[in-house]
């Protein structure tokens, strides 16, 4: 071979609509509504402002009950497939493994209902290799800056000033939350969300997984 292009360290972005949204967004919200009357009080975190945000169990603990958990979870699974399989193409195949064995261990799983200037501040996630953010409930949206979610670079080459290094000028990027799209990404991006300006309102649910082999 006279030429080979390697790839190293890849930074991927899955950019995916639930399947399952129109069916099971009804139920989904009502599930939200259903937890918050019955768990008044928030999670609290540093880095949330002005929001509810529910435990980190949510999809073990009603997974067998609500079949809308039960559909938004598999969709989860199977994405955290994909991209991790993107991600891992290229050492997955050198080890031969088979894909059919691995196991996805969501670590966390949860929900987090906006108010008028809630916002989440720049964090990672821990004990995980990737996380999600699913779009539930946007109502209204003035662009990415209002509630979407940003993620910031993990090079520290903003500032370059040439064309060979310009892929990494950009020092961060925001999605507009879109309803019933969904972001999956690797956990050690540094991520948060934008103040939401809206009214009504705004449902994301979140989910952290770990991958491991069966025997």
Known sequence: MDEEL??????????????GHDEHKASLVDFVDGYMAANPA???APENRDLFESDYGIIPKYYDSVPAIRA??????????????????????????DR???????????????H???????????????????????AETKGARDGG????SPFNKSDSDDWGSIYMAEASRSFQAA??????????????????????SRIIFS???RISMRK
């Open 207 to 209: 989910s952290n997984a």
């Open 116 to 138: 008028t200037s809630g916002n989440v501040d720049p964090h990672v996630h821990r004990n995980c290799s990737w996380s999600c953010v699913y779009y539930l409930q946007v």
């Open 72 to 97: 938004l979870a598999d969709f989860f699974v199977e994405s955290f497939i994909r991209i991790s399989s993107a991600a891992n193409a290229e050492e997955w195949q050198r080890r031969q493994l």
């Open 149 to 152: 979610t940003f993620f910031i």
């Open 100 to 114: 059919s064995r691995f196991h996805i261990e969501i670590t966390g799983s949860w929900f987090i209902n906006y």
């Open 179 to 200: 309803e019933g799209q969904a972001l999956f990404f690797p956990s050690f991006l540094v991520h948060g969300s934008h103040p939401y300006q809206g009214r009504s």
């Open 6 to 19: 390697i790839q190293l360290w890849p930074t991927l972005i899955l950019k995916r609509r639930f399947p």
């Open 42 to 44: 928030s999670r609290t």
